[in-house]
């Protein structure tokens, strides 16, 4: 699996405020699944990046703990950076990512189902890229720190 890297001059890798070693490593394990499978599913030549958004990016996620084990509570929100494609070749990849979103969902146990995977196309200023889906996360989302 790809290593997951952090935005230059963040000082935290935490995904959490408060959890300990095993809540970190689950989520941080959950983070590498979802880069798998999502560069699985975009084909090398148009994958740009997967960009971590959202709460967990700023280190903000909560967790809960189910049968004695850590497990996220909110969602995990991203951008997935592509380039390459034609207009009809992002709504057909924005669609088998939506699908993938609902199995990962399921798979890695979040409270709220449903995943924001937003799918970008590339440019040189990350704040200018335009959004080629029609759903952007929340406000505070439009800081990406992590991506694989």
């Known amino acids: 699996m790809e290593h997951l890297e952090t935005e230059p001059g963040r000082s935290s890798d935490r995904f959490t405020p408060d959890g300990d070693d095993a ?6 394990y959950d983070q590498q699944l979802i880069a798998a499978a999502v560069m699985d599913a975009v084909p090398a030549q148009q994958f740009r990046a997967l960009v971590l958004i959202g709460g967990y990016a700023r280190g903000e996620g909560g967790f809960r703990h189910v049968d004695g084990k850590p497990e996220p509570y909110n969602d995990y929100d991203y951008f997935v950076v592509v380039g390459g494609m034609t207009t009809a070749a992002v709504q057909v990849m924005k669609a088998q990512l939506l699908e993938l979103g609902h199995v ?3 798979r890695v146990g979040a409270r709220h189902r449903g995943y924001v995977i937003a799918l970008l196309k590339p440019c040189r200023d990350w704040r200018s890229i335009p959004l ?6 929340d406000p505070d989302s439009r800081h990406p720190v992590r991506h694989a």
């Open 23 to 28: 809540v970190e490593s689950r989520i941080g």
């Open 132 to 137: 080629v889906t029609d759903s952007f996360p």
């Open 104 to 106: 990962l969902t399921a």
